[in-house]
């Protein structure tokens, strides 16, 4: 390789930046929300209560609400093994979709306890749990508001793709 080619390659003078928009919107409590929302909330927020996570000592809450009317709860299960625990957010999508296969999720409600109190800042969905929102919303052709609750604000989107901009999907396994 000679010395011009090199420079061309780490330099990138001319990259162009592209600026990615997303939605949020922003609570101070719960009030604010619509009463299923807050139903929701209540539900994240007591799930929470019940979670196994005797290792990290978070314990995390999460609701679903289906298209179908029906809501399923799950909460974080930890394992001794830690890379085998499983996070709320899909303990409550996978058991949704193994109880009502078929029936979108409209949102989820997701809360969360530390040392025995309520996080003030809202609780996001990590990587894995926000590959699995994305699912559901292909799968289903469905969008999922996705409410993240904390004591003193609560923020919420209306999409998986504003928390997954950029995002993998089954469009890169077929075949061109
Ligand atoms: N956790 C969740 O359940 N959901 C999240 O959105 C973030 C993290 C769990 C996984 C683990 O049991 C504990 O919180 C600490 O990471």
């Given amino acids: 390789m000679d010395l011009s080619t090199r420079f061309v390659l780490l330099i990138p003078y001319d990259a162009i930046n592209v600026e990615i928009r997303i939605n949020i919107e922003e609570y101070k409590s719960p009030d604010e929300l619509s009463d299923e929302e807050q139903q929701l909330i209540e539900r994240a927020i007591l799930t929470a209560r019940d979670a196994y996570a005797p290792y990290s000592k978070f314990h995390v809450g999460a609701s679903l609400l289906l298209d179908n009317g029906s809501f399923v709860d799950g909460n974080n299960q930890e394992n001794a093994s830690y890379p085998d ?73 209306n999409s998986i793709k504003d928390l997954l901009p950029l995002c993998f999907d089954s469009s890169f396994l077929k075949s061109k």
């Fill in 85 to 157: 625990g499983i996070c709320a957010e899909r303990v409550a999508i996978f058991a949704a979709n193994s109880l009502h296969p078929g029936s979108p999720m409209k949102m989820i409600a997701i809360a969360a306890i530390y040392q025995d109190k309520l996080l003030d800042q809202p609780v996001y969905p990590c990587g894995s749990c926000r590959q699995a929102l994305l699912e559901s919303e292909n799968r289903f052709k469905h969008p999922v508001r996705i409410i993240m609750y904390g004591k003193v604000g609560i923020q919420a989107v």
